[in-house]
């Protein structure tokens, strides 16, 4: 028995499918289909069912999956403490983070970590909605400051990082912002929604607070969002720390809509559990677990607006 058949059969489970493992491990589909067909041999016992579309566990294959888990996750553990213990410095570690991610504590994470490693080159990447996930999944990103979407808790590890409040906004003068309250919800559809774009790659896009039957724009980034939704061509939610100076200087004002699904992003630092993190990596996510939690706090005129929304 290889680590290597160990890290190919549970790509498949995980995966459903040999070519998605194949994918995943950036192996050939008939490179993975033979480690798992070594494997079982060696053990004597089939794993998967084969008869099916989708590879499925056998229930001898489930209860192999639950030790092999625990032996990979050992065994990664153990190489990435080793790498702590050697001193090992990476040339590059990424940080993929969420669009609505406020870069202020990031920046300060960063220069801590500039500041002991010099020589490290960081790379931030701006993700969105499920495309966090797959960075980390795809092995683009070492670390991820984002939402749970798209994650799987039993492939990474977690830690809370900060709230972010979304407020659905619109300029002044915008015909939602003018109508009064209640907003007709045939009003509110009418009108453009401006949303960002799922990042992720392939699959079912997921959304948040997206009304259904609605007129829609897309974009790719925060910035660009505000700045449709300033020159009055749509209405959207932004992060509070995004839309704080055009709401008080009046260019924005908050909508009230009860579609929403959530007015509070939560966000969390987020690491896989079955690959190494090297001595920067490590000293980087012990920063962002510390770094954030301040991060969403409400300032005194988000606690006033929002007193007055809700009275």
Partial sequence: ????????????????SFS????????????????????????GVELFDRREYRATLTDAGRLFHERASVVVEGTEALRSFGMQLSGKV????????????????????????QARYASVRLELGTERLAGAADALRERRADLAVATRLGIDPSEVETARF??????????????????????????????????????ARGGASPSLNVLEGGLRWTVTDVAAKKEVILAGMGWGGLPEHVAADA????????????????????????????????????????????????AGAPTAAGKARRRRRKG
């Fill in 20 to 43: 998605a493992a194949s994918a995943r491990l950036h192996k050939s589909q008939p490179a993975v289909s033979k480690l798992v067909r070594n494997l079982e041999s060696e053990l």
């Fill in 1 to 16: 028995m290889t680590y290597d058949q160990l890290i190919a059969f549970l790509a498949v489970a995980g995966e459903g």
């Fill in 90 to 113: 990476e040339p590059i570690v990424r940080l993929a983070v969420d669009a609505v991610t406020p870069l202020g504590p990031i920046m300060d994470v960063f220069r801590g970590v």
């Fill in 162 to 199: 900060c709230d972010v409040r979304v407020l659905p906004v619109a300029r002044f003068d915008h015909p939602v912002a003018t109508c009064g309250t209640p907003i007709p919800p045939a009003l509110l559809r009418a009108h453009a929604q401006i949303v960002l774009r799922d990042s």
């Fill in 247 to 294: 709401l008080a200087s009046g260019e924005l004002v908050t909508l009230q809509v009860p579609e929403f699904e959530a007015d509070v992003m939560e966000l969390f630092v987020t690491r896989r559990r079955d690959r190494p993190h090297g001595v920067v990596a490590q000293a980087l996510w012990e920063a962002l677990r510390r770094g954030g939690r301040d």
